[in-house]
């Protein structure tokens, strides 16, 4: 029988271990740790690596996203105003339409409203240039033509009459467009101006007729300026250019001949014969440092502001040609023997002798040209743009990059009507422009019931058929657009933030957002309205006032209703 007990002798399984003294190093116990990890146990840090949540407001019926850079210009038709040309930084021009049928239910009352929406399609799409589109236009007074200018220094012309807008002439005659004008008048179909970065000023006119193989005609070019061309703007009439620079020069030009026809001369010009008016940084009234960047000119063609660095306005007298109207004559009436008491706080006036007996007749007269009839300066940055109203010409509209928009009343000697300091919320004003026409009732009571809208002017100093010209529309980097009505006082107070309590009580009845907003990257740089009663605008957007269109730096345009 077999012994299955353990033999004493045999070593057990503890003693078959390793001895601890026959080890050459005792290696410690370590208990485990976790792996080393990047994130932080700070929650202030956790939280700044959450992805942000953005809450957007989109007040936009439409939208165009077709450009892949920022847009930096936009025009529309000027007998079909819904159409719409933009031009930005891909180098490309596009072509669509913002005639928006207007639904039959607001989406509140639909019962599957839509999430998103598609972008409106291009009616064409226009290339060629290598370098960013500058500016955009359609002559006057049919739109036969959209010009295009580009900072490659191309100037290319298209026909309208062609639903794909195709290309009739191109030429480049400078390094970089700045800005494209059509001028008004009657006799002068197609024509308009450029100014360059070189100082220069090119007057073309668009004429197939006379030379079918080179419709592009060269009527005047002008080279005064020593810098950047940076404004100009034609008087009413047309007959007259005034072009600012950032050499801080002023001066008007007579393209057509006419005031030389007249008999109208500039003995006072430095520039000659060349120009009718000619003011410069060497004279220390008008001297403006660091240069002009802005012009307008009265709806009566006897005054045009400019604007520059420092918040720095000029207002000087032009030449009248032809029959001067009534509101041109009251205008230069108010500018003399207002006495001091109507000069407004922090400007000057100097003025000149008035020629209002002579415009009255209907007489062409020198006049006040080239004087200066107030110098102006309540901004503390540069002057981006101005406007005057058009119907009335007793209000003076000037937008910042301090972000702020002045009133200033022509028929008191540009007394400051108004400062809205916040109009952007510390962001560039790029564009102020007043309406035209008359805003329908429906849109006066809607603004006036409105809270949220800005009912920021009380609806007892409403009209119930407004004119548009006392509104003032006006844009700026914060990617918003508002609109301000410019009669009276400043209305009443309403709830919310302090900016937007103040700028209620300064006359905001509108605002539209949309844009990305924030400055750089996401600002509104330009936009187009389309008034009431303008041929092919939607229905529903008519009732309520103008359409405005935007330009974004954020490359989409929005329309608003």
Same mark, same amino acid.
């Given at each position: ?37 990047? *994130? ?24 165009? *996203? ?12 000027? +007998? /079909? ?69 580009? +900072? ?78 940076? /404004? ?6 047309? #007959? ?39 003011? $410069? ?49 009251? $205008?230069? #009436?108010?500018? #003399?023997?207002?006495?001091? /008491? ?7 006036? $100097?003025?000149?002798?008035?020629? $209002? ?52 009343? /022509? ?19 790029? #564009? ?13 009571? %809607? ?54 309590? %103040? ?49 974004? *730096? ?8």
């Amino acid at each position: 029988m077999v012994d299955l007990s353990r033999d004493q002798d045999a070593p057990s399984d503890d003693e078959a271990l390793l001895d601890p003294s026959e080890a050459a190093e005792i290696i410690p116990d370590d208990p485990d740790h976790p792996m080393e990890s990047d *994130d932080n146990d700070d929650p202030e840090a956790d939280a700044a690596q959450e992805q942000e949540e953005i809450q957007l407001q989109n007040d936009s019926l439409a939208h165009f *996203d077709h450009h892949t850079d920022s847009i930096f210009c936009i025009a529309n038709h000027p +007998l /079909a105003p819904t159409t719409i040309a933009t031009g930005g930084g891909d180098d490309t021009t596009y072509v669509f339409s913002a005639d928006i049928p207007s639904p039959v239910l607001p989406p509140s009352y639909e019962s599957s409203p839509p999430t998103s929406r598609s972008s409106i399609q291009p009616i064409a799409k226009l290339t060629g240039h290598t370098d960013s589109i500058n500016a955009l236009a359609y002559t006057l007074p049919h739109g036969e033509y959209l010009l295009t200018g580009g +900072l490659d220094g191309q100037l290319r012309v298209h026909s309208t009459t062609d639903p794909s807008y195709p290309l009739v002439t191109s030429t480049q005659e400078v390094p970089e467009i700045n800005f494209l004008a059509p001028t008004p008048h009657p006799s002068h179909a197609n024509a308009f101006a450029l100014g360059a970065s070189d100082g220069s000023v090119w007057v073309y006119t668009m004429d197939p007729s006379s030379d079918p193989a080179n419709p592009l005609q060269v009527l005047q070019a002008y080279y005064l300026h020593t810098e950047s061309c940076t /404004a100009g703007a034609w008087t009413p009439d047309g #007959k007259l250019l005034a072009t600012v620079s950032e050499d801080g020069s002023l001066y008007v030009w007579d393209p057509f001949g006419e005031a030389a026809a007249a008999g109208i001369t500039s003995p006072s010009s430095s520039s000659g014969s060349q120009a009718l008016v000619g003011l $410069t940084s060497a004279d220390q009234r008008f001297a403006v440092e660091d240069g002009l960047f802005s012009i307008a000119i009265a709806a009566s063609g006897a005054l045009a502001a400019v604007g520059g660095a420092h918040g720095m306005i000029r207002v000087v007298g032009l030449p009248r040609l032809g029959t001067a109207s009534a509101s041109s004559s009251s $205008t230069t #009436k108010s500018l #003399k023997g207002s006495g001091a /008491a109507g000069k407004p706080k922090g400007g000057r006036q $100097t003025g000149g002798p008035s020629s $209002t007996g002579s415009n009255a007749s209907g007489s062409s007269s020198a006049g006040q040209a080239g004087a200066i009839l107030a110098s102006l300066q309540t901004q503390s940055e540069s002057i981006e743009t101005l406007a005057f109203s058009p119907e009335h010409s007793s209000l003076l509209a000037a937008g910042s990059v301090d972000g702020s928009v002045c009133l200033f009343d /022509a028929a008191h000697r540009f007394a400051l009507r108004r400062h809205i300091r916040e109009a952007h919320e510390g962001y560039a004003v790029v #564009k102020v422009a007043f309406g035209s026409g008359r805003f329908a009732a429906p849109w006066a009571s %809607q603004q006036a019931s409105s809270g949220s809208d800005g009912g920021g002017v009380d609806s007892s100093t409403r009209d119930e058929d407004a004119p548009a010209s006392w509104f003032l529309t006006s844009c700026g980097m914060d990617g918003v657009v508002r609109r301000w009505d410019c009669r009276g006082g400043t209305g009443r107070g309403g709830a919310g933030p302090a900016v937007q309590q %103040q700028q209620q009580q300064q006359g905001l009845v509108k605002e539209w957002r949309g844009h990305r907003g924030e400055g750089e990257g996401g600002g509104v740089l330009g936009f187009v309205m389309i008034t009431p009663g303008s041929a092919g605008a939607a229905a529903a957007a008519t009732q309520v006032g103008a359409v405005v269109v935007t330009a974004g *730096d954020d490359g989409v345009s929005l329309v608003f209703g």
